[in-house]
């Protein structure tokens, strides 16, 4: 099975997630507005934090988008 484009990493100490996307770490995010940046960033220009949670594209590991402690 393909991996999804996006990967949402388990929270870390510091409560950050890294974020990848297609292959490449694009950074650690506190919350959902910080995934919505990176896919803004990355060329989704629409992406906004509802996209971020319904999306079937990101593999959410450790938890999903309400998850951010350890």
């Known amino acids: ?3 999804p484009p996006v990967v949402i990493f388990p929270p870390d100490d510091d409560g950050g997630r ?8 694009v950074g650690r995010a ?3 507005q910080d995934i919505a940046r990176y896919l803004q960033e990355a ?15 990101i593999e ?3 938890g999903g988008p309400d998850i951010w402690t350890p």
């Open 60 to 62: 959410w590991r450790g």
């Open 43 to 57: 060329g989704l220009q629409e992406a906004d934090e509802m996209d971020v949670v319904r999306s079937l594209l």
């Open 18 to 25: 890294r974020v990848r996307i297609d292959g490449a770490i």
């Open 30 to 32: 506190h919350s959902v």
């Open 1 to 3: 099975m393909a991996v």
